[in-house]
């Protein structure tokens, strides 16, 4: 907060549509509410920011705002007024690098650091300007119940969480990330809201029983009343941008958005990111996450999509990994082959239309025109590492071989790649699955459900950690000090050196598909794929390869000094990996 600055204040408003009376219930008083159009409701009275109130809809026990920006005691306790404009910010003239030349970075803020807040994770910030970072991509951070948790369980959706320093937490964050060059991502959450603390329905129909989630009550983005919900979601990712100056959104699992209106939601919502964007005057970015694999989410709007930015690549992961592994069981059923990768690198998507033996059913849509830097390709992930049953990081799961081939391979394939923090000295920590549920019925309910989701692949129930053991949290926290170890800083100097080439070499940041040839052999266990100059060639076989190459090529990175290149013949150990170059 600025000293001396004057406190504003601002009248309460809510939307409430179905209600006959409205008050703001304050410690010792309550505030009436006037009924305006369309359903809303404001005080001709106005409270100086830093007052905590609630709102109570026809006599009703007092709740907390759908819209509040702050809550400082937590999901159930009252909202505190905030003024948006109180944080003096030191990024004038910032603009963000553009994504198609960057490397992304996720992060969960209550893991990252030994404090587990906004404050502790700047001061990593500079060890992720100095490996090459360009994107800092944040978990969600909307306020969710108990100390820590993933996130994805958000209700109120407009407050920075509490447990992480609030809001003025996150501003700081970001003005010192802008202060280093490093671009701030923000994953949010519109498919649903968490079990706990979610008051929302009490309001207005923000929800439907037309459709269902995984994860609880599907939003009402076309029904009755839809407007007014979508306006709610759309005003939040709006704010992030503008209040918070962060340079963009990563949206959960959108195909669990279901909106059969002729503009879908999200189309409605990158449309006015875009406005957004020329008030401003700086680029922003907006990435979805699908399990569709339809390039309609970033087709441009003249051609039917929604105009999106880029999306996550799940092939990419499943396709990479379960080479490099060996695993076949659940969706990894669909992958295995050196064949699968390379068809994922020539088209962003392994299955484009095509039968899916996991689903059994076809899977996808093809789109020769698609932009690997429209997606975003990674080893590891929250999801693919905490929807472990141990929670498993990549480095525990393959020799430190193939575990620089999963590096290399990422940091220089068509997609814009992205690392999940600690993936870069190869943590030994895990990242599994925590949550803080004050109601014990719903702790139980969590800890039981996830020892029985693992089946399909193989894990045995009493193996999987409680989500409601601090114990769970703790073990994730990431421990920075063994950087300084000599196999985590081998596996750390890897990355550096990959992210500098990639930025060297700007064949390796254009997303042009159609320029790169990919060749693979099962049956000889390797995989090679050029990009301009630049090629790369693999090999996890169980016996050395030998693979003709240009008589002119040199060897700029080698995870192995056992490989050699004479006179046009790469020599390529097991479980190794050469990025070349030719003049």
Avoid: C
């Amino acid at each position: 907060m600025i000293a001396g600055k004057q406190v504003r204040a601002f009248p309460l408003r809510i939307w409430a549509p179905d209600a006959a009376k409205v008050e703001g219930v304050l410690e010792h008083r309550r505030v009436p509410l006037e009924r305006l159009e369309g359903g809303w409701w404001r005080s001709a009275e106005r409270l100086p920011a830093g007052t905590d109130y609630r709102f109570s809809v026809d006599g009703g026990e007092p709740l907390p705002s759908p819209r509040a920006r702050w809550q400082p005691h937590g999901v159930d306790g009252p909202s505190r007024m905030l003024d948006p404009g109180s944080f003096e910010w030191s990024d004038g003239g910032w603009k963000p690098p553009p994504l198609a030349d960057g490397v992304v970075y996720e992060a969960h803020i209550g893991t990252f650091s030994a404090q587990g807040t906004f404050e502790g994770a700047i001061g990593h910030l500079d060890s992720l300007v100095e490996l090459g970072v360009t994107h800092l991509e944040l978990m969600p951070v909307a306020e969710f119940s108990g100390e820590h948790g993933w996130g994805y369980d958000g209700v109120d959706l407009y407050a920075p969480h509490a447990a992480y320093g609030g809001p003025n937490g996150l501003w700081r964050l970001v003005d010192a990330a802008h202060a280093r060059g490093l671009a701030v991502l923000l994953d949010v959450v519109y498919n649903h809201l968490g079990p706990t603390g979610n008051y929302l329905g009490r309001f207005g129909p923000y929800f439907t029983d037309r459709y269902s989630t995984p994860w609880g009550s599907a939003v009402n983005f076309d029904g009755p009343d839809s407007d007014e919900v979508r306006r709610f979601f759309i005003d939040n990712a709006l704010m992030w941008l503008r209040d918070y100056h962060l340079d963009g959104l990563r949206l959960d699992a959108v195909h669990a958005i279901f909106d059969m209106s002729a503009v879908h939601f999200l189309e409605q919502l990158t449309a006015e990111v875009r406005q957004l964007e020329a008030e401003l005057g700086r680029s922003l970015v907006v990435i979805a996450e699908s399990d569709l694999n339809d390039p309609r989410l970033v087709a441009d709007v003249a051609r039917g999509g929604y105009g999106m930015d880029a999306q996550w690549s799940d092939d990419f992961h499943h396709a990479l990994h379960s080479v490099l592994t060996g695993e076949r069981t659940g969706y990894y059923e669909d992958f295995g082959t050196l064949g699968d990768l390379a068809t994922t690198l020539g088209q962003g998507y392994r299955y484009a239309g095509d039968y899916s033996p996991f689903r059994r059913r076809r899977h996808g849509r093809p789109n020769p025109g698609l932009d690997g830097n429209r997606m975003l390709g990674y080893l590891q992930n929250h999801d693919q590492v905490g929807n472990r049953a141990l929670g498993e990081r990549s480095a525990e799961l393959m020799s430190e071989g193939r575990l620089m081939i999963g590096a290399a391979v990422v940091l220089t394939a068509p997609f814009v790649p992205m690392l999940f923090q600690g993936e870069e000295w190869a943590a030994s920590t895990p990242f599994q699955y925590f949550t803080d549920h004050h109601d014990p019925e719903l702790g139980r309910a969590v800890s039981e459900g996830r020892r029985t989701e693992f089946a399909a692949f193989g894990w045995q129930p009493e193996s999987v950690p409680d989500p409601q053991d601090r114990a769970t949290f703790e073990a994730s926290r990431l421990n920075w000090s063994e950087r300084d170890r000599p196999d985590h800083a081998r596996m750390l100097d890897w990355h550096r050196r990959l992210i500098r080439l990639r930025a060297e070499y700007p064949e390796l940041r254009d997303g042009r598909l159609d320029r790169d040839a990919v060749e693979s052999d099962d049956e000889g266990g390797w995989l090679r794929y050029r990009r301009g100059r630049i090629e790369v060639a693999f090999n996890v076989g169980a016996e050395s390869r030998r693979l003709d190459v240009d008589p002119a090529a040199t060897v700029l990175l080698a995870s192995d000094e056992r490989i050699g290149l004479d006179d046009g013949s790469l020599e390529l150990p097991a479980d190794t990996v050469a990025v070349l170059a030719t003049t």
